[in-house]
């Protein structure tokens, strides 16, 4: 119950990292930024207090791997970020969740795995779901609205990436692999933002700074501890039906609370995303490794 308890309260706070991230007067890749710098020095007084430390002998294989994964997960962030300030939460976080279908796809191609009748089945309903979603008829918000939805995509295919490169992590797992990825997120975004108009943090007012530390600290630091230590002790189809508290949680924040519309078609588009990409999950995943990065 334990174990339930943290993945829920963690995919609760995952949910409602849009409404944060919108208050915060950043560019999404400074909102990144810190939110990774925030992050690791919440893991790093974690681990202080757990009393481990990182070995470079354990961990200098997968270090190629590691900074990788970790660029892809802060460009991840950008893009995502970028979604909630050109759309509604809801349609984002619907684009967003296009990623377990992609990993679906290219895994054959990668890792030799076989595609299953139900796999091609979940990946055409779940394409066909995001078709309804980006249609013309399914919404309302013009090429502002549009152009949120591509960010989600983007997201979703760099969030695949990460999924992806983590399958060859062979010798780092858990907070350690989190936090490794966390600092290579600082290493790459740092010379970006240089390169793309600096680094603001004077801009922040007293609200923006809050909503800041929240994302930092509540919705990655903690929030990947309780997700972290709640995967050892869960199945793996229990993982992948509460993961779907997540995307839930940010739709009723968007719709209920920030009035955002959302069409029926989107309704649907967005339900047949989740539902045939869970189905795939709980069928094909016996035990989860997965780690999540929003």
Known sequence: MNAKLNLILSMTAFG???????????????????????????????????????????????????????????????????AYQYTSISLATMSYYFAPVIVTVVSPILFKEKLTRSQIICFI????????????????????????????????????TVILLNKGIRNVSGVDRTLLQFIAVIFVLFPYLQLTGGIHPETLTTFGLINLLLVGILHTGITYCLYLSSLKDLKGQEVAILSYIDPMVAVLISVVFLKENITLQQILGGLMILGFTLINEVKTKPKSSKVKYK
């Not at 409404?19 to 790093?44: G, K, Q, Y």
């Not at 779940?126 to 995509?153: C, D, M, R």
């Open 16 to 82: 409602t990292i849009g409404l944060f991230v919108r208050n915060i007067p950043l560019t999404s890749a400074e909102i990144a930024f810190f939110r990774a710098v925030i992050a690791a020095v919440c893991l790093l007084i974690y681990k202080f207090i757990i009393g481990t430390h990182l070995r470079f002998a354990d961990i200098k294989r997968d270090l190629p791997l590691l900074f990788l994964s970790g660029a892809a997960m802060g460009f991840n962030w950008v893009f995502l970020f970028e």
């Open 125 to 160: 309903m779940s394409t066909f779901g995001l078709i309804l979603v980006i249609s013309n008829g399914g919404f309302s918000g013009g090429s502002q609205n549009l152009k949120g939805i591509l960010f989600g995509l983007c997201a979703a295919v760099l969030y695949a």
